[in-house]
């Protein structure tokens, strides 16, 4: 079975913290790649404190625009690179301390992404492991409810695995990303978290799919913020709550990807979260956009396209530019 790609852009959370993206299981040939942009609106209301309390805190409105590209260096090992412009404003009662929580739009790049997957089994069950570093662009305001990230580089590794569901359903396929990432070391702390995301999808024709998202994280360290805010932690913390707060999420979403052409597809997905601590709840979360594949690995894919073969195969040939995202 030829190997096809699955391009998944990271969906950035604006002003909250960078989530993992569903699964890259499926890796480009060698040669080919895809650029992909993405609008993202989000809308944040609610905050989690250190039990779970689900609070109005104020308002975040947010949208990033993310430039996305991925490339087949062999035909088992990609590189993607991608980096987010965001535009953040907050009105409420309960502002930091910062003029970026002074109730205008502040906006600016974020953070740098790179990532390196190596497919180490290419079948009916695929499985690469992956290795991702972020870096923010520039020194930019964290200690705000409208910070443009967190402005924390950071390291994840992990694995992507994803099979299609031919034999118990056919046109269906699974996703699933686990990874474990820390960051730098912020006033003596330095957070871990584990990351699952899962991705269940059907094909309704060879070029229409609808899917459903599941995205959890889970904290190993770092402070809990209680619902009196940051205000009654330690002076040394306190600023630095966002960076490293003990952050448990769970997000759920949908959403639907088509093949307009055979280099162009486009995509829309809405999510929202369902429990957390210590951080931001998405209210609304809304994504858009396209995709656009290049180099030689696509005129294989259009060859290949037309010979017969098993569920199987013909369920990774469709799934050759989709572009899942949360």
Not at 60 to 81: E, M
Not at 171 to 185: D, L, P, T
Not at 186 to 198: A, T
Request: proline letters at 6%; glycine letters at 10%; hydrophobic letters at 40%.
């Amino acid at each position: 079975m030829s190997r096809q790609l699955l391009l998944v852009a990271s969906l950035t959370l604006a002003a909250l913290y960078p989530r993992a993206a569903a699964a890259q299981a499926w890796v480009p040939p060698k040669g080919e790649g895809s650029v992909a942009l993405l609008y993202q609106d989000l809308f944040v209301k609610d905050h989690f404190f250190d039990r779970g309390q689900r609070r109005d805190r104020g308002e975040i409105n947010s949208q990033s625009l993310l430039l996305d590209l991925t490339y087949g260096v062999t035909d088992r090992l990609a590189i993607t690179f991608a980096v987010p412009y965001v535009r953040a404003r907050y009105s409420g009662t309960a502002p930091h301390p910062t003029a970026q929580d002074d109730g205008a739009t502040h906006h600016g790049l974020q953070d740098v992404r790179f990532s390196a997957r190596f497919n180490v089994i290419d079948g009916p069950l695929t499985i690469t492991p992956f290795v991702a570093t972020s870096v923010p662009t520039h020194d930019y305001e964290y200690f705000a409810h409208a910070a443009l990230g967190p402005h924390v580089p950071g390291v994840e590794v992990g694995a992507y695995v994803g099979r299609m569901l031919a034999s118990a359903l056919p046109n269906a396929f699974v996703q699933f990303r686990y990874s474990y990432g820390f960051g730098e070391k912020i006033v003596g702390i330095r957070p871990k978290r584990s990351n699952l995301d899962v991705e269940v999808g059907y094909f309704v024709t060879k070029t229409v799919r609808v899917f459903t998202l599941g995205s959890g994280r889970k904290a190993h360290g770092g402070i809990d913020v209680p619902e009196a805010g940051w205000r009654v932690l330690p002076p040394a913390l306190g600023p630095h709550h966002d960076q490293i707060g003990r952050i448990d999420l769970l997000d759920v979403g949908a959403g639907v990807q088509a093949s307009v052409t055979k280099s162009l597809d486009v995509f829309g997905s809405y999510m929202k979260s369902l429990a957390g601590r210590n951080t931001h709840a998405i209210n609304r979360g809304i994504t858009v956009g396209a995709s656009w594949s290049f180099g030689r690995g696509l005129r294989s894919m259009m060859q290949s396209a037309a010979a017969p073969s098993s569920s199987d195969e013909e369920g990774v040939r469709h799934l050759v530019k989709c572009l899942c995202q949360k």
